[in-house]
C-alpha cells in the first residue's frame, strides 16, 4: 500500500504542479497499520506543505476499472490533489464523533474556515456513514458543519471498514501522516475564482401509496398513521396476500428491499427525487430502524428501484451537475456510488464510469464506492442518504 500511494501521489503531481491538498482513498482491505505510512509516503512525494488527508471506502472506479474490495476483494489507494492560483482548499480532520456529532461538525468547519480565512462555497466530507450503525451521526456531522457555514454544499460518503457477516459495516478509518482515527472525519472544503457543481440521482420512482410518520424517536420510526410502523410497513411492501414475501419483509426488511427494488422515500420539495428511508430491521415493539432517520410529520412513499432506472440516475445526475457549475466541461468529477447500486445493477455496475463518461466531458474522473452518501439534490442542503449516485465536481 505504502508504494502504490506513493507512486498515486508523484502521477497526481504530473497533472497539479502546485497542490495544496491531498485527498487519498485507500480500501478497506489493506492492513490499517500501513495507513500512517502511507500518508507519510504521500506527503514525502509532494512539494513541503501540502495537506494529507484520507479515508478508507468500499472501493475504487478509475481509468474503466473497478476495485471493489467489499465483494470482490480487489484493492487500491487514489490521491487526488486540490490546488493551483485559483483554488483555495482547506481541511478539517477529527475523531470520531459518536454521541457529539454536531459539535464535531462545528469543530470541523471551523478548523476549514480558519486556514481559508474566508467562508467556503462547497467540499468534500468523509464521515462514518452505515458503521455508526443505529446512532444517527452524520446527519447530525452537516447540521453543525452548516450551522457554522449555513450556504455550504457538499459531497461524500461515510468511510468503511469492510462489513460483517450480519450485514453491519465495520468502522472506517481516517488518517493522516500523524494519526489514524477508527470512526474519524475528513472535511475538505473549497472558495475562490471557480466553478463548483453537486449533483444527487438514485432513480427511484414512486408507485403506490405511502403514509405519514406519526412517531419518531432519533433512527427509530414508532409509527406510521398511528399504527405500529412494521405493521405498516408490511401493508405497504409486502400485501397481506403475499404471504411469502411478508414473511421474508418481517424477518429482514433491508435485505427484501434491496432483492425487490421496493422501499420507502421521503419527496423532495424541489422536485421529482426521493431521499431513501429504507426499514432495515423491526424492533420486538414494531419500531423501524431508518439509519436516514425519518421525523414526525414526515410524508414516506412506496418507491422502486429497477437496473434501467438505476443506470438512468448517472445522466440525470450529470444534467443537474451541468445545470449547477454552469459549464459543460469539467476538470475534476469525483462520483460517490452507493454499494447498493451493486445489487442493483449486477454486472452492469462496471459499467458506471463509461456511463459517466457518455455524458460528460471530464479531464479527471474517480469513482467511490460509498457507504452512506452525502449529496446535493438541485438547491437544496446536503442530506445523509442512501442508494444514490452523488457527484462533486470542479469545472
Known sequence: MVAAAAEAARTALDECKNP????????????????????QAVASALPKGVRVVGGTVNG???DGARYDALFANRRAVAVVLFGGDELKAGVGFAPSPMGHPIETGKDLAKQVQEQLGVRATGGILLGTGLAAGATPCDQGLLDGIRSVNPRLRLSGTGLSGGMKVTGLIEPGFAFTPDRVEELGCVLVCFA??????????????????????TDAEGVMIKEIDGRRAADAILDLLAPKDDMASRALFEKNPMIMSIERGITLAAADPEGDFYWCHMPVIFTPEGYALDYFSARKGMALSVVKIDPAACMQAIGQAVTMLKEDAGSEEFDTVIAFSCSLRGFTLGTEVAGEETELRRHLKVKHQLGIVANGEIGCYRHGRPFYTGWVYALFGLA
Open 192 to 213: 475562490g475564482n471557480v466553478d463548483m457543481g453537486f449533483a444527487t440521482a438514485n432513480g427511484m420512482q414512486a408507485v403506490g401509496t405511502g403514509g405519514f410518520v
Open 20 to 39: 495544496t491538498v491531498a485527498l487519498v482513498f485507500a480500501t478497506h482491505n489493506y492492513p490499517v497499520g500501513e495507513l500512517r505510512e502511507a500518508a
Open 60 to 62: 475504487l472506479i478509475y
